[in-house]
């Protein structure tokens, strides 16, 4: 059984930087964040898999940075350079597939954490 449970959610202001944690029990190969914001659909933040490789939705490369701690089975997503539209819920995912087709789609994941709050202000 996987288990995924998010921290580090809160309010900044535009400009500002946060760092989300997902901490992580079981077997885990892709993981990855997704996010939700009010009246929208979900969609895909970044993700890695398991040989490493990275993805990252067009509107926050160069601002996040998703990384993995191993040893920790540990998940984080560092954002940088908030935006107000960068407001919603994210959400921690997991996959035991060793790659998964498309690493941005949430039909990839079959594990979810409950979320974390991120609200930035202009």
């Known amino acids: 059984q996987v288990q995924l449970q998010e921290s580090g959610g809160g309010s900044v202001q535009a400009g500002g930087s946060l760092k989300l944690s997902c901490a992580a029990s079981?077997?885990?190969?892709?993981m990855g964040w997704f996010r939700q914001a009010p009246g929208k659909e979900r969609e895909g933040v970044a993700a890695?898999?398991?040989?490493?490789?990275?993805y990252y939705a067009d509107s926050v490369k160069g601002r996040f940075t998703i990384s993995q701690d191993n040893a920790k089975n540990t998940l984080s997503l560092q954002m940088n350079s908030l935006k107000p539209d960068d407001t919603a819920m994210y959400y921690c995912?997991?996959?035991?597939?060793?790659?998964?087709?498309?690493?941005?789609?949430?039909?990839?994941?079959?594990?979810w954490g409950q979320g974390t709050q991120v609200t930035v202000s202009s």
């Open positions: 995912v997991a996959d035991r597939s060793l790659t998964v087709t498309r690493p941005l789609s949430l039909r990839s994941y079959d594990y």
């Open positions: 079981g077997d885990t190969r892709c």
């Open positions: 890695l898999d398991s040989d490493g490789r990275i």
